[in-house]
């Protein structure tokens, strides 16, 4: 690629400046020969007047101007074709009779004159005769040529500096993708996000595209390394929070593989630990499954009413917590999502709620329309959040201290925060007035 640059811009380079130099050539030889015909015309305006002063006559007037010391040759043309002066020495055509005649106008040509370059002007005089003057234009050829060399020499002189020009401007601006090139290659090789494509202040200060480029890079360097660090976390957090009941499931499989030395108390309590324990890692596992998606599948989205899905999931939460009163204010609202997903999500609001209540205290949900959206809220009148707490409580197995002593693997709330993300809603948790936690689900407006 830099070759590529490279190789573009300096042929751009060179193309301006060939043909800036080719301009430049035509006007110089344009000029010069420019100046040639105006001493011409001169020269012709002088001898027109000293005939017109004088007898007219035909025939040669100057003749010596195949030298340079001569100013000029000149000669008197008739238009009768068949008078021919004796001792004429520039070349008489058609044309330069017409020009005598009167049925052409004055005009410049190139002839060449005992082998040497000349120019020559024809112009009608008075009395049906034409004047002819040239000069040698050995001079005005030289100029030209030595002009063109010059010139020449500089357009090559052009092209090889625009080269190094394109070579340096190519290496200078690409120099960021080489970085990238080069940490990409440090990832791969190391398996670490942690590298950064590190810019001099210089160009950081640049606003270009290579500079915009490194940018996003080193933003997408840090969300995979933030990506890499969650997963590691999730990995570490599960392995300790399976460890627990495992261990315990171990204990008791044990305990039954010896059920003969059990009484029949001991091997009731056993197998009902187990199956405890059994159903707290499935679900442990069920929800390290569902925390391992990133969307939700588009095949399952559709229209739900969401005051409907609210009712049925808090009729569920009396059935679950039934000393627990639940009390739903619902307004009809509709979004789209997955169901079953959403329905999690409520459910998982409406548990946490009650775990924290007291036994006969109330868990309000409210579904309200307002300008900003759809705004659900759940809202118990437990001991609420603690300030300490609250910037936490959407993390992964995170357990504020009331909350160790009760069931549950700290994934409810985390779970939520991805279901309502993945459906393009925001949950949040904050202190209600009066005491106690409210959880706010808000949906965009459609």
């Known amino acids: ?47 027109a007047a000293q005939q017109s002063r004088e007898s007219p006559t035909t025939g040669t007037l100057y003749g010596e101007c195949a030298w340079l010391a001569a100013p000029a040759c000149a000669q008197v043309v008739r238009a009768d074709p068949t ?14 009779r017409r020009v005598a005649a009167g049925t052409l106008g004055e005009y410049y040509s190139d002839i060449t004159l005992d082998g040497r370059a000349m120019r020559m002007f024809t112009t009608p ?20 040529r030595q002009a063109g060399l010059l010139l020449g020499a500089v357009g090559g002189g052009g092209v090889l500096l625009a080269a190094g020009l394109g070579y340096f401007a190519s290496r200078t601006s690409l120099r960021p993708v080489t970085r990238l090139t080069a940490t990409a290659e440090r990832i791969a090789a190391t398996r670490d996000p942690a590298h950064r494509i590190e810019l001099p202040p210089y160009e950081a200060r640049r606003q270009d595209e290579i500079t915009s480029l490194a940018t996003s ?50 091997r009731e309590r056993a197998s009902g630990a187990l199956g405890r324990q059994l159903r707290e890692v499935t679900g442990l596992v069920n929800d390290l499954i569902e925390l391992a998606r990133d969307e939700e599948p588009q095949q ?7 005051d409907l899905l609210a009712e049925r999931c808090v009729g569920e939460a009396r059935g679950h917590w039934p ?26 609001l409406l548990d946490n709620a009650a775990k924290f209540s007291p036994p006969g205290a109330m868990v309000e949900v409210r579904l309200d329309r307002t300008a900003d959206g759809l705004d659900l809220t759940v809202r118990d009148h437990g001991p609420g959040i603690s300030t300490e707490d609250l910037p936490y409580v ?4 995170y357990r504020s201290r009331q909350a160790r002593a009760l069931p549950g693997s700290g994934l409810g709330l985390a779970m939520g925060r991805q279901i309502a993300r993945a459906h393009g809603a925001e949950l949040t948790a904050e202190q ?13 407006p459609e």
């Open 1 to 47: 690629m830099r070759a590529r640059l490279a190789l573009v811009t300096s042929a751009a380079v060179a193309v301006v400046a060939l043909g800036v130099l080719a301009a430049a050539y035509v006007v110089i030889r344009y000029e010069l020969v420019r100046q040639l015909d105006l001493q011409l015309k001169q020269q012709a305006s002088l001898i």
């Open 432 to 444: 209600a007035a009066g005491g106690g936690a409210r959880f706010r689900l808000r949906f965009p």
């Open 83 to 96: 008078a021919h002066p004796a001792g004429l020495v520039l070349p008489v055509t058609g044309a330069t």
């Open 125 to 144: 005089v008075k009395d049906g005769r034409a004047l002819q003057v040239a000069v040698r234009s050995d001079t005005v050829d030289k100029g030209v």
């Open 394 to 397: 959407f993390d992964r197995f």
């Open 217 to 266: 890079f080193n933003t997408m360097l840090g969300e995979l390394e933030e990506a890499v660090a969650a997963q590691r976390r999730l990995v570490a957090d599960a392995s300790h929070e399976l460890r627990t009941p495992l261990t315990a499931l171990r204990t008791n499989a044990e305990l039954l593989a010896r059920a003969e030395r059990l009484t029949p108390a001991q």
């Open 300 to 306: 399952l989205v559709e229209r739900v009413r969401l």
């Open 323 to 348: 000393n627990t009163p639940f009390v739903a204010e619902l307004t009809e609202a509709t979004v789209s999502g997955v169901p079953a997903r959403l329905a999690r999500l409520l459910s998982n």
